[in-house]
């Protein structure tokens, strides 16, 4: 399976750093969503500080339904989607290389914003470790849940609007979760996001234990 997942990631970055779609639409959309959010809530420091977090997460939610469209996007020309069908890849492993390539590039993504809301709201960015992890969680949370339904509505004539509608329900506790545990790290009391750092490391297991059994039937239908 981890030898299908690579080929399979290696072959969508190597798409994407050809195309750098996501370095050149993707992570500039986030970034006017983050400055858009900031200008239309005012110049008062202390509330663009409290809903940092939130608009953070927020831009690389919408980051992710980009990226996971372009995602399945490069495989619908030609009929290409039929081949990796066809090809006899684990779709365990197939589920796993888009969701790593997906990954890579947020990853991206957010460090980008991370650095552009710390210097916009003037956030010190304390709790490093306890960031990352809740990152991680999140990310793989939001990437699987992206993977799966990414592959349900690449298969439909309206693909770029029942995406999110199938999306952002269901990753909404993913992002109440990461809003709230982020919060607690920025504010210099980590312990307190404990809690929904746990949560978000369940959602995470169990979206993609759900995706990797799932993929394969979603893909033959």
């Not at 890579?104 to 650095?115: G, H, P, R, S």
């Not at 982020?182 to 297991?205: Q, R």
Request: glycine share 10%; hydrophobic share 60%; charged share 15%.
């Amino acid at each position: 399976m981890w030898r299908d997942a690579l080929l399979v990631a290696g072959k969508d970055l190597r798409v994407e750093l050809r195309s750098r779609v996501a370095l050149a639409e993707v992570a500039p959309f986030a970034l006017v969503v983050l400055v858009l959010f900031g200008l239309a809530l005012g110049p008062d420091r202390s509330v663009l500080q409290n809903v940092a977090t939130g608009l953070f997460w927020v831009a690389a939610l919408l980051a992710t339904v980009l990226a996971v469209q372009r995602s399945f996007a490069i495989e619908a020309a030609d009929d290409a989607r039929d081949g990796l069908r066809l090809s006899g890849l684990d779709p365990a492993g197939v589920f796993a290389g888009k969701g790593i390539a997906i990954a890579a590039q947020l990853v991206v993504i957010e460090i980008v914003l991370a650095v552009v809301a710390a210097l916009l709201f003037d956030v010190h960015l304390s709790g490093g470790l306890t960031l990352v992890a809740i990152c991680v969680a999140a990310t793989t949370g939001l990437v699987a849940v992206g993977t799966v339904y990414g592959a349900v509505a690449a298969r439909a004539r309206v693909r770029e609007t029942l995406l999110p509608l199938l999306f952002l329900p269901v990753v909404a506790p993913v992002l109440l979760a990461a809003v709230k545990a982020s919060k607690a790290a920025l504010a210099g009391t980590p312990s307190h996001g404990y809690g929904w750092l746990e949560l978000l490391g369940v959602f995470a297991v169990v979206y993609v234990a759900v995706g990797a059994v799932a993929f394969g039937p979603l893909v033959e239908d």
